[in-house]
């Protein structure tokens, strides 16, 4: 198919809108260069001019995909109000992961293409700057941070944290795929809701049990 040449601005841009829009509609098999170049108009050329390869725009997508999971983590985070003493610092913190959880499995019943493109491209571990500092915008980067703090609180056993960080995110991951295209992506909302309560629960008193805390409600739900 012969197109007229693009005249209408930045056309990485465009690609990279036209791949986001793509892989909303179709995940990752939405992603081929040849289509999204007919998609906004310009030869396949000048759209490999700006993706040399499939897995180059791939991550691109990917990063726009991370960027709005962490949006939904911390949307759902920032509603929990911090602690007026120790004793409230616990409970704050405990419901930062819970809520954390939440906005996971909010994005990928939200967005499940966009989702599946996240994690086929997604960077080991945590990503790293070229300065060699933590991505701040990196939802694993977060988990960490709210994994840190119930360390710092005393909900976690400090000796209990190496690792905690794969437990977890296993566990929403695996929860977040069987309710958006897995085999109880049919449940309604109220009894996904409290399915998923019970996870965030057991994981929270699974915590708890390394430093003898009590088993008191962890916040907002």
Known sequence: MTTAPYHHGNLRAALVEAAVAAARESGPDG???????????????????????????????????????????????DR??????????????????????RGYVDFALAEPGLFRVLFAAYPSPPSLGTDGTKDPDDPFVVLNALLDDLVRVGHLAPEARPGAEITCWSAVHGFAVLHSEGPLRELDEATRSAALDVVLETIDRSYGATTGAGRGAAGPG
């Open 31 to 77: 992603l081929v260069v040849r289509h999204l170049a007919r998609r906004v108009g310009v030869s396949h050329n000048a759209a490999y001019r700006h993706f040399s390869d499939r897995d180059a725009l791939v991550a691109e997508v990917a990063e726009v995909g991370m960027g709005e999971l962490t949006t939904a983590m911390r949307r759902r985070t």
């Open 80 to 101: 929990v109000p911090p602690g007026a003493d120790p004793e409230g610092e616990v409970l704050a913190a405990r419901a930062r992961l819970s809520e954390c959880g």
